[in-house]
Structures are given as C-alpha cells and as structure tokens.
C-alpha cells in the first residue's frame, strides 16, 4: 500500500468515528510516516499511527492496531493537559515531531492547528533539541535506576529493556529524525553512519547485548516467538496497554517484520522487538494462562540468555554499564545536534 492511500484510510476512519468519541478534540498523524511522500510504499510490517487528543485528564487504554480498508492502523489516545503549550510540546522528544508538519485528520476548535503552527518554526531549535535531548536522557536514567528484581521475569525484561532501548533514541533526536519504537536500531545506526559515528554501533548494540549474535540464532528465536504469540494471541483475555499488539493482525509486524530484518541483514537490529514481544507475550500468558506460560518460558529465557541476561544480577551489571556509556553517547548526540544547519534570523 502506498503512504498516501495510508494516510486517506487514517483520515476516513477519524472522520467516522470522531463524533463516537466522547471529549474528542482532534486527530493527527504521528510516527514514521511522518514526512513520508504519499507515493512511497508502506511496508507490509508498518502501520499509521493516530493520536486522537481527548478532552479529559485521564485518557483510555490505547486503541491499537486494526485493519481498515486495507491500512493496518494504529491508535493512541492523549489528553489535551499533555498539549497544554507549545514549550511542553516543543520539550517532549516523543510528542514534538508529531507537530514538525501539518499531519491533522480533524480539528473541530482549531487548536490543533494553532498549537502545531507554534510548534513547527521552533522545532529545529538548538535550545528546543537540547531539552528533547535532555528528555531522553533523563528517562534512560530513570528506568535503569528503577529495575525491580522482585518483579515477575518478563516484567524485569521489560523493566530493564526499554530505558535500554532509548539509548538509540538519542542520536535520532539529535538528528530530528523520529524516535522509533520497533527499527530503533535500525535507524540509529544509519545516523551514526551519516553523521561519521559508526564507531559507536557496536558499543550501542553491545548494550543490548546482540552486537555478536548470528542471523541463525536470531532466526531460531523467531522461530520461538511466533509460538509463543500465537498461543497468547489465542488465550489472552486480560486487557493490557499493549494487548492490539499480540493479535492476528499484529503478527505481521512481529513475526514477518522480524523475519524480514533478518534478510536485510538486519538481524541484531531484529532482537530487541524479538525480546520486547516476547515479554508482553508474557504478560498476557501469566495473567491468562498460566500453565501454558510455564511451558513456553524456556524459549523466552534463551532469546535473553542471548542478549548475555540470565539474572536479575546479570540485568542490574548491564544497567550500570549503560549508565556508564551514557556520557559518551550523549557526547556524541551534541555532535549530531550541533552539526544540523538551523537558519538564523
């Protein structure tokens, strides 16, 4: 499917559901096809992604992704308080490139509009760019400051391999790319490459713990992922924040999208979406069916005990070690964010 008719999928589905929302305040488009050409073709393991802006403190669990009209969508709800200004925006690494460009499917008061005209002629800011930066850190820092090794296993994965991933978000918002979530590494190793630090890519991939892994053992913990998704997708009943990301229209972008990594040659890149669906496999597993969680763990435990994890003390060594790396790392990001042209009044 191309971008554009994408993107004409995201605005039918906004415009038939926007007066079903209560408190709906609008609608844009956020993620990775944001700047996006129309005529670009959108993988089969990509989807659009919707935030639809609701009035109330408190929005609802997260819509997720679904098929409609051919277009695998996805879709998050936010509360207006978080848009509240332009400077929370302009500050927020993972809100901010959601306004570097028009991308609103509905508006009814013009807010929207009016906040993303605020946003866009300061996004590429020095100042704005360093407090998204700071952003970022601060929450590698949080997250691997708050392990819990009292946690169930995979909420010990997760706790420990999220902060870990963001460490790839660093250089791509220094470059004012979008902070992906699944081809994190992907793209952070083209902006290495791009901004003359490669030499960093391996101590990035050596934190997760993949840098040395073979395309066969990436392939054989495919094999156990899709096992294990699938069984989970047919047991799950418990409602999860990421529940819509273990269905049958979901598993292309696991399962097939992993796959494809790997041909690309991509397929230490592949493992921390491998790791990360796992652990949410997980979850929904415990909660609902327990006997067949015990059972498929073994798979689970091998694809960490390849990132070098086997222990909350081995999880805790790794933590530190990140932090350590993190002075460099961000040296190298205030690189990349000084070498981007900005024009001056």
Known sequence: MRVGD???????????????????????I????????????????????????????EPPVRLGKFRYRDALLEVTY???????SPEKVLSSYY????????????????????????????????????RRLENVRQRIEDGLRSLDPSAPWHGQVMGWLFPTGVTAHLPLVAA??????????????????????????PELLGR???????????????????RTFDAAAAAAKTPFFFSSDITAAARPIAIDGSRELIR???????????????????????????ELEASLAPAFRAA????????????????????SFLPKLWSAAEEIAAANPFPTQ
């Open 30 to 57: 956020s993620g990775s096809t944001v700047g996006m050409p129309d005529d670009a073709m959108l993988a089969p393991a990509s989807d659009v992604d919707i935030v639809v802006v609701l009035s109330g403190p």
């Open 95 to 130: 809100l901010a490139g959601g306004f570097r460009t028009d991308t609103i499917l509905a508006d009814p008061s013009g807010r929207l509009r009016e906040l993303q005209a605020e946003v866009s002629p300061h996004f590429a800011e020095p100042a704005w760019v360093r």
């Open 176 to 201: 004012l790319r979008n902070p992906t979530v699944r081809l994190r590494y992907v793209a952070a190793k083209d902006v290495l490459r791009e901004y003359g630090r490669e030499d960093l890519y």
């Open 264 to 290: 690309a040659g991509l397929h230490r890149e592949a493992m921390f979406w491998i790791v990360a669906t796992f652990a949410r496999c997980h979850y929904l597993l415990a909660a609902d069916a327990p």
């Open 6 to 28: 994408a993107r004409k999928a995201a605005a039918a589905w906004v415009a038939e559901h926007e007066g079903r929302v209560e408190g709906f305040e609008g609608a844009y």
């Open 304 to 323: 960490v005990a390849d990132l070098g994890i086997a222990s909350s003390g081995d999880m805790a060594r790794r933590a530190q070690d990140t932090l």
């Open 208 to 226: 997760l713990g993949c840098a040395d892994l073979s395309p066969q053992r990436v392939e054989a913990h495919v094999d156990g992922l899709a």
């Open 78 to 84: 936010l509360s207006w308080s978080q848009l509240s």
